[in-house]
């Protein structure tokens, strides 16, 4: 059974830091690769970064970069997402995702998805 548990999301104050985990079972994740996205109430659906299967490469949604770094382990079959300097703005659910082919993500049409984790960013 396929499984993607997100953990680490909550309330924080602006400029504050959280660390999001994507625990995966199921499958092997060093053939995925992987992905978090964020639902902002009264938005649209948006990826803020991804990580590849292959070689570890990275990229970010703009309004993120410098402050969110993803990163992987596999031997823990772990994504996280590392969120510092959170701005209001940055609030939402936020979800993992995997699949085989990156474009995929791209697309935000993934084989796999998260249940989601809530984090606000509130003062």
């Known amino acids: 059974q396929v499984q993607l548990v997100e953990s680490g999301g909550g309330l924080v104050q602006p400029g504050g830091s959280l660390r999001l985990s994507c625990v995966v079972s199921?499958?092997?994740?060093?053939?995925?690769?992987v992905g978090w996205f964020r639902q902002a109430p009264g938005k649209e659906l948006k990826e803020v970064s991804c990580i590849s299967r292959s070689d570890g490469s990275t990229r970010y949604w703009d309004s993120v970069k410098g402050r969110f770094t993803i990163s992987r382990d596999n031997a823990k079959n772990t994504v996280y997402l590392h969120l510092n300097s959170l701005k209001p703005e940055d609030t939402g659910v936020y979800y993992c995702a995997a699949d085989p082919v990156e474009a995929a993500l791209v697309n935000a049409d993934p084989a796999y998805w998260g249940q989601g984790a809530q984090v606000t960013v509130s003062s």
């Open positions: 199921g499958f092997t994740l060093d053939y995925y690769a």
